[in-house]
């Protein structure tokens, strides 16, 4: 399994971005996807996660801001981040526990 995410930029506090992440590998349905953050200098931290059957959990930090959803036909996984606040600034990570993409930076001003 390939992972690539695509998505981050810069934007102001209170705006919005879409993250991507494209996967590759004939498993990709039965995966449990997840997005990590690291800010810098900081450790990587989870965001959240969407299961194979659409459940999903979020970091407290970002649960009703973010939501995190999955096309399984596109092998797709997407990260919606709303209302976002300097704190959101990082590198972002989609992951199936296995496989990590490459990180797409987000940097949020105030």
């Known amino acids: 399994v390939q992972l690539q995410a695509s998505g981050g930029g810069s934007v102001q506090a209170g705006g919005s971005l879409r993250l991507s992440c494209a996967a590759s590998?004939?498993?990709?349905?039965?995966?449990?996807l997840a997005w990590y953050r690291q800010h810098p200098g900081k450790q990587r931290e989870w965001v959240a996660t969407?299961?194979?059957?659409?459940?999903?959990r979020y970091l407290g930090s970002v649960k009703g801001r973010f939501t995190i959803s999955r096309d399984n036909a596109k092998k797709m996984v997407y990260l919606e981040m709303n209302s976002l606040i300097p704190d959101d600034t990082a590198v972002y990570y989609c992951?199936?526990?296995?496989?990590w993409g490459q990180g797409t930076l987000v940097t949020v001003s105030s």
């Open positions: 992951t199936d526990g296995t496989h």
């Open positions: 590998g004939s498993a990709f349905s039965i995966n449990t």
């Open positions: 969407i299961f194979n059957y659409g459940s999903t």
